[in-house]
């Protein structure tokens, strides 16, 4: 199977409740990327958390890394309609910038 | 003032034709890329050049070449287009070829018939 799958492939809930997204992956990584991806549109980095950090903040969202397990969270606290997207991890095995990304999970947040 | 650009935005073409898909950023990056997301939404990387340099170049048929006459510029063209080339086309840059976020177009999506 692919590198980087993510669970759960759809996700739907009301605005102001939190989205957590998972994603797995099978090599080691110099670090792990999400993206997001509005329909009909192109991938927007959201952030980057390196192999040696286990955690990283910015504004609503919260990554985790856990290097162990091979396994990373994204959590979209306070989630707004305007998040309603696909959100891509994508790992970074230090290969010339070759990304491996996961299937996406759709996020649909209703207002 | 679009960071990174591509054009056309819809391609329709008949199976066989030959197309091109243009891309440019202007962010002052090394490294652009092409990827392919399929109709799941697969995103899978095609093509990296660095500083006009092919870096990364993945199991893809050589129906498909890039060329990349400066290191702003990164285009795909593809011979004899088959049905299964049906697909939105992205193009990215980065700053540096690893480590680091990359920026993406709006994509290409290319219909085969």
């Known amino acids: 199977s692919q590198q980087g799958e993510e669970d759960p492939q759809a996700l739907s809930i009301q605005e102001g409740e939190n989205a957590t997204m998972n994603c797995s992956y099978k090599?080691?990584?110099?670090?792990l990327q999400w993206y997001r991806q509005n329909s009909g549109r192109g991938l927007v980095h959201l952030i980057l958390?390196?192999?040696?950090?286990r955690e990283k903040h910015s504004g609503r969202l919260r990554v985790t890394l856990d290097t162990s397990k091979k396994s990373s969270s994204l959590l979209i606290t306070a989630s707004r309609a305007a998040d309603t997207a696909s959100y891509f991890c994508?790992?970074?095995?230090?290969?010339?910038?070759?990304?491996?990304f996961g299937q996406g999970t759709e996020l649909s947040v209703k207002p | 003032d679009t960071a990174v650009s591509q054009t056309p935005k819809y391609l329709v073409t008949q199976m066989g034709n030959d197309k091109s898909i243009k891309c440019e950023q202007n962010?002052?990056?090394?490294?652009m890329y092409w990827y392919k997301q399929d109709s799941k939404k697969f995103l899978k990387i095609m093509f990296s050049?660095?500083?006009?340099?092919?870096?990364i170049n993945e199991t893809v048929p050589n129906r498909f070449s890039p060329k990349s006459p400066d290191k702003a510029h990164l285009n795909l063209h593809i011979n004899s287009l088959e049905l299964g080339d049906s697909a939105v086309y992205f193009c990215?840059?980065?700053?540096?070829?690893?480590?680091?976020?990359?920026?993406f177009g709006p994509g290409t999506r290319l219909t085969v018939l």
């Open positions: 994508a790992t970074d095995a230090g290969q010339g910038g070759k990304l491996i």
């Open positions: 990215a840059s980065s700053q540096l070829s690893s480590g680091i976020e990359q920026f």
């Open positions: 958390i390196r192999s040696n950090e």
């Open positions: 962010l002052g990056h090394d490294t």
């Open positions: 090599t080691s990584i110099n670090n």
């Open positions: 050049y660095n500083n006009k340099e092919l870096i």
